[in-house]
């Protein structure tokens, strides 16, 4: 564990590490410059101010700026490293019991009475650990599906959300349909589909209550013929989607 975060920190360290460099270098060519520049040009008032505050201390004034600038530079890198995880999910994640943990469907079963399909959210950690900012990020075979931003999830609870179609008419605009329709007959035409379905994977972000943040994925798959079929029957109970939820 220990070894692991050395290295992530040695990692972060290298990818931001010129800049600062660049810094403790200009602040300590400045120090420098002053010295120089004092002692050459200087008043003797001011020659004197500077030497109070520099030779006549109990160690050696470089020795202190060198010392400050090192204990700056750890606490900025040290800061920067634990924002940038609170910003950048992890891929891997080991997941707790007291983990939030958010799952999504499709609620095919909707299609014939609402004539789109909405996708209910489910918190379903085994403690008393709501899910905060939940976001689904841009779905790459649908760009212009959007999903609503959800501010909490309670253990246990769930909440129906209703994509929106951001290309299409307001009577349309939330039915996803539409645009995996489009997007499968695209994929045809390029002759990328391994199947007579369209894979798509939802990629969703959100953190708990101590700020940390996790990722859920969810495997879709779009049936065009099922669709069809649920139109021509009312009493078909096929779904247009399947869907395999991933932590």
């Not at 692991?4 to 400045?30: D, E, N, Q, T």
């Not at 020795?63 to 999910?89: K, N, Q």
């Not at 943990?101 to 095919?108: C, L, T």
């Not at 253990?155 to 008419?169: C, G, L, S, T, Y």
Request: hydrophobic residues 45%; contains cysteine.
């Amino acid at each position: 564990m220990a070894m692991g975060c050395l290295k992530a920190r040695w990692l972060h360290i290298k990818s931001i590490g010129k800049p600062w460099w660049l810094l403790v270098g200009g602040v300590w060519g400045a120090f420098w410059a002053a010295d120089a520049m004092i002692a050459k040009y200087g008043s003797h008032n001011v020659k004197n101010v500077w030497d109070k505050y520099t030779l006549h201390m109990f160690f050696d004034w470089r020795t202190g700026v060198i010392g400050l600038l090192a204990i700056t530079l750890l606490l900025v890198i040290e800061g920067s490293f634990r924002y940038v995880s609170r910003l950048i999910p992890p891929d891997h994640l080991v997941m707790a019991e007291e983990d939030p943990k958010i799952y999504m469907e499709a609620m095919n079963n909707d299609f014939i009475k609402l004539g789109y399909v909405p996708f209910k959210f489910s918190n379903k950690g085994q403690r008393v650990n709501p899910a905060q900012g939940i976001t689904v990020q841009p779905i790459k075979e649908l760009p212009f599906i959007v999903f609503d931003y959800i501010d909490c999830l309670d253990p246990a609870a769930e909440k129906v959300v209703i994509p929106k179609a951001k290309n299409q008419e307001l009577t349309s605009a939330h039915n996803i349909l539409i645009d995996l329709q489009t997007a499968w007959q695209e994929a045809e035409q390029a002759g990328t589909l391994e199947n007579a379905d369209l894979p798509f994977k939802v990629t969703i972000f959100y953190r708990d209550a101590k700020q940390r943040k996790f990722k859920s994925e969810v495997s879709f798959k779009y049936f065009p013929l099922e669709e069809d079929h649920a139109r021509e029957s009312c009493l078909s109970s096929q779904p247009s989607l399947d869907y395999s939820p991933s932590l």
